[in-house]
């Protein structure tokens, strides 16, 4: 079965720390999407890419980035962690020309220190 | 600004009653709407769909219903069951589906048997 698979599920790091979470997919959709869901604000949209080579900044894209060098995966990495981006980090993926019904991974929880 | 709007964080309703969670939003050109219901430590999983065509559309116990005039939308769970308790997130795009999910804060419901 088509799946989408994010790692690592949790994660404690330091603040100024590199940290890189994994997101695959199976589905082999061109949309993919990175969204954080805290408290009080529900799910908001960090970054998304339409296809290889492709990225675009989201509603808080500010201290995250990711890269697209193949359609299975879309890496965020947080260049110097800080502790507002302690949060549950969800990665989606979504049929191009569709609905725009997005597939959801279990999510990566980050707490930083 | 907030584009999609949940107003009620949290909602408590017996088994077998209907439960009914709303949601508003403010950008005319959004035309696809969804509800997605997350359990704890999984991801939000799809559950129902509207065009901005249409003004219901059912699927089993779910019924989705939109109000182009008033931007709102609801969706309407009959009868309610102690696992239909969870966080529903209300969610719109623009074009069919053509641009990313913006979602709100989220409802979470309780289903007391």
């Known amino acids: 079965d088509a799946e989408i698979t994010q790692s690592p599920r949790h994660k404690i790091t330091e603040t100024g720390r590199q940290v890189t979470l994994a997101c695959h997919q199976t589905w082999n959709h061109n949309n993919m999407f990175w969204y954080r869901q805290d408290l009080g604000h529900g799910l908001r949209l960090i970054h998304y890419s339409y296809g290889v080579q492709d990225t675009n900044k989201g509603e808080v894209s500010d201290g995250y980035s990711v890269s697209r060098s193949n359609t299975e995966d879309l890496p965020l990495t947080l260049e110097s962690a800080a502790s507002s981006q302690t949060s549950v980090y969800f990665c989606?993926?979504?049929?191009?020309?569709?609905?725009?019904?997005?597939?959801f991974g279990e999510g990566s929880r980050l707490t930083v220190l | 600004d907030q584009q999609v709007k949940q107003n009620s964080p949290s909602l408590s309703v017996q088994e077998g009653r209907i439960s009914i969670l709303n949601c508003d939003y403010t950008?005319?050109?959004?035309?696809?709407f969804l509800w997605y219901k997350k359990y704890p430590a999984e991801g939000p999983t799809f559950l129902i769909s509207?065009?901005?065509?249409?003004d219901k559309n059912e699927d089993g116990r779910f019924t989705v219903f939109l109000n182009k005039s008033a931007k709102h939308l609801s969706l309407h769970i009959v009868p309610s069951q102690p696992g239909d308790s969870a966080v529903y997130f209300c969610?719109?795009?623009?074009?069919?589906?053509?641009?990313?999910?913006?979602f709100g804060k989220g409802t979470r419901l309780s289903v007391i048997a």
């Open positions: 969610a719109a795009s623009e074009y069919s589906g053509n641009t990313p999910l913006v």
């Open positions: 989606a993926s979504s049929e191009s020309g569709g609905t725009g019904e997005l597939f």
């Open positions: 509207i065009s901005s065509i249409k």
């Open positions: 950008n005319s050109m959004f035309d696809y």
